[in-house]
Protein backbone atom coordinates (compact mmCIF):
# COMPACT_ATOMS: atom_id res chain seq x y z
CA UNK A 1 0.00 0.00 0.00
CA UNK A 2 1.75 3.45 -0.37
CA UNK A 3 0.56 6.47 1.40
CA UNK A 4 -0.90 9.29 -0.84
CA UNK A 5 -1.72 13.16 0.29
CA UNK A 6 -5.20 13.72 0.50
CA UNK A 7 -6.89 15.22 -2.56
CA UNK A 8 -8.47 18.44 -1.91
CA UNK A 9 -10.63 18.46 -4.62
CA UNK A 10 -12.95 15.36 -3.26
CA UNK A 11 -15.84 16.58 -1.84
CA UNK A 12 -17.48 14.99 1.31
CA UNK A 13 -20.51 13.10 0.47
CA UNK A 14 -22.45 14.59 2.80
CA UNK A 15 -22.43 17.77 0.73
CA UNK A 16 -23.05 16.46 -2.89
CA UNK A 17 -26.59 17.47 -3.21
CA UNK A 18 -28.56 16.24 -6.43
CA UNK A 19 -31.75 18.46 -5.51
CA UNK A 20 -35.92 17.09 -6.21
CA UNK A 21 -37.70 19.97 -7.26
CA UNK A 22 -41.39 20.24 -5.97
CA UNK A 23 -42.59 19.62 -9.53
CA UNK A 24 -40.47 16.65 -9.66
CA UNK A 25 -41.89 15.48 -6.47
CA UNK A 26 -45.52 15.44 -7.35
CA UNK A 27 -44.47 12.76 -9.20
CA UNK A 28 -42.89 10.37 -6.99
CA UNK A 29 -44.06 7.75 -4.57
CA UNK A 30 -44.22 7.69 -1.29
CA UNK A 31 -41.30 6.20 0.85
CA UNK A 32 -38.61 7.35 -1.07
CA UNK A 33 -35.53 9.49 -0.22
CA UNK A 34 -34.03 12.69 -1.99
CA UNK A 35 -32.68 15.78 -1.49
CA UNK A 36 -34.56 19.06 -1.40
CA UNK A 37 -33.65 22.74 -1.72
CA UNK A 38 -36.27 25.64 -0.93
CA UNK A 39 -37.43 28.68 0.96
CA UNK A 40 -39.51 28.84 3.78
CA UNK A 41 -43.09 30.34 3.19
CA UNK A 42 -44.49 29.61 5.88
CA UNK A 43 -44.10 28.38 10.08
CA UNK A 44 -46.58 26.76 11.88
CA UNK A 45 -46.09 26.67 15.80
CA UNK A 46 -43.61 23.85 17.12
CA UNK A 47 -46.48 20.79 17.92
CA UNK A 48 -46.28 17.40 19.75
CA UNK A 49 -47.95 14.13 18.46
CA UNK A 50 -49.37 11.57 20.17
CA UNK A 51 -48.35 7.99 18.98
CA UNK A 52 -49.71 4.80 19.27
CA UNK A 53 -47.61 4.17 21.94
CA UNK A 54 -48.67 6.46 24.22
CA UNK A 55 -45.37 8.77 23.82
CA UNK A 56 -45.54 11.96 22.73
CA UNK A 57 -43.15 13.06 19.58
CA UNK A 58 -42.08 16.99 18.92
CA UNK A 59 -42.80 18.08 15.53
CA UNK A 60 -42.69 21.18 13.76
CA UNK A 61 -44.26 22.07 10.32
CA UNK A 62 -42.58 24.56 7.78
CA UNK A 63 -44.27 25.11 4.30
CA UNK A 64 -41.32 25.43 1.58
CA UNK A 65 -41.44 26.50 -1.45
CA UNK A 66 -39.04 26.63 -5.45
CA UNK A 67 -39.08 28.34 -8.66
CA UNK A 68 -39.83 24.89 -9.91
CA UNK A 69 -43.26 25.67 -11.27
CA UNK A 70 -44.74 28.72 -12.84
CA UNK A 71 -48.21 27.62 -11.75
CA UNK A 72 -46.35 29.00 -7.40
CA UNK A 73 -46.07 25.47 -5.65
CA UNK A 74 -45.62 25.03 -2.25
CA UNK A 75 -44.91 21.53 -0.01
CA UNK A 76 -45.12 20.90 3.63
CA UNK A 77 -41.81 19.71 5.32
CA UNK A 78 -42.06 17.84 8.78
CA UNK A 79 -39.22 17.53 11.31
CA UNK A 80 -39.94 15.06 13.78
CA UNK A 81 -38.25 14.20 16.97
CA UNK A 82 -34.74 16.40 18.51
CA UNK A 83 -34.55 18.65 15.34
CA UNK A 84 -37.78 20.13 15.71
CA UNK A 85 -36.99 21.88 18.65
CA UNK A 86 -33.44 23.25 17.73
CA UNK A 87 -34.82 25.07 14.09
CA UNK A 88 -34.65 28.67 13.87
CA UNK A 89 -35.96 29.49 10.66
CA UNK A 90 -37.71 32.02 9.29
CA UNK A 91 -39.88 33.58 6.16
CA UNK A 92 -37.35 33.90 3.38
CA UNK A 93 -34.48 31.81 4.55
CA UNK A 94 -33.46 28.97 1.77
CA UNK A 95 -32.53 25.53 3.51
CA UNK A 96 -31.07 22.54 1.75
CA UNK A 97 -31.59 18.96 3.19
CA UNK A 98 -30.50 15.76 2.36
CA UNK A 99 -31.80 12.47 2.39
CA UNK A 100 -35.09 13.49 3.59
CA UNK A 101 -38.29 10.73 2.66
CA UNK A 102 -41.13 11.33 0.53
CA UNK A 103 -44.50 10.54 2.37
CA UNK A 104 -48.09 11.04 0.61
CA UNK A 105 -50.47 11.60 4.13
CA UNK A 106 -52.89 14.04 3.04
CA UNK A 107 -50.77 15.25 0.00
CA UNK A 108 -47.36 14.89 -1.26
CA UNK A 109 -45.29 15.91 1.69
CA UNK A 110 -41.60 15.45 3.16
CA UNK A 111 -40.41 14.46 6.23
CA UNK A 112 -37.04 15.08 8.41
CA UNK A 113 -35.83 13.30 11.18
CA UNK A 114 -32.70 13.93 13.72
CA UNK A 115 -30.71 11.48 11.36
CA UNK A 116 -31.14 13.83 8.05
CA UNK A 117 -28.97 16.74 7.18
CA UNK A 118 -29.85 19.92 7.28
CA UNK A 119 -27.53 22.89 5.92
CA UNK A 120 -28.00 26.62 5.33
CA UNK A 121 -24.60 26.87 4.54
CA UNK A 122 -24.98 25.45 1.02
CA UNK A 123 -24.06 28.16 -1.20
CA UNK A 124 -24.57 26.48 -4.69
CA UNK A 125 -25.89 27.66 -7.94
CA UNK A 126 -29.58 26.59 -6.90
CA UNK A 127 -28.86 28.63 -3.30
CA UNK A 128 -27.99 31.90 -5.43
CA UNK A 129 -31.31 31.04 -7.65
CA UNK A 130 -34.02 30.51 -5.31
CA UNK A 131 -32.35 33.34 -2.74
CA UNK A 132 -32.83 36.35 -5.74
CA UNK A 133 -36.03 34.31 -6.46
CA UNK A 134 -37.04 34.64 -3.16
CA UNK A 135 -36.61 38.24 -2.72
CA UNK A 136 -37.94 39.18 -5.42
CA UNK A 137 -41.86 37.20 -4.51
CA UNK A 138 -41.46 37.53 -0.88
CA UNK A 139 -44.57 39.42 -0.35
CA UNK A 140 -46.66 36.24 -2.64
CA UNK A 141 -44.53 33.54 -1.01
CA UNK A 142 -47.30 32.23 1.57
CA UNK A 143 -49.88 32.57 -1.12
CA UNK A 144 -48.56 29.25 -3.14
CA UNK A 145 -50.75 26.44 -3.59
CA UNK A 146 -49.99 23.89 -1.52
CA UNK A 147 -49.05 19.80 -2.34
CA UNK A 148 -50.20 19.07 1.07
CA UNK A 149 -53.49 19.35 2.15
CA UNK A 150 -54.08 20.84 6.06
Same mark, same amino acid.
Given at each position: ?? &?????? /??? /??? &?????? =?? @?? $???????? %?????????????????? !??? #?????? %???????????? #???????? %???? =??? $??????????? *????????? #? *? =???? =????????????? &?? &?? !??? %??? @? /??????? $??? !????
Amino acid at each position: MK &ETDDDV /NIK /NPN &EVFSFT =SI @KD $LRNLPADI %WVDFIGVVVELEAPDEIN !LKS #GRTKPV %WRVRFADNSDES #GLSIQVTF %WGDI =SRK $LNFKKGDVIAL *KGIKVGDYN #G *K =SLNV =SDENLMTTAYKGR &EF &EV !LTI %WAE @K /NFDKLEK $LKC !LTEK
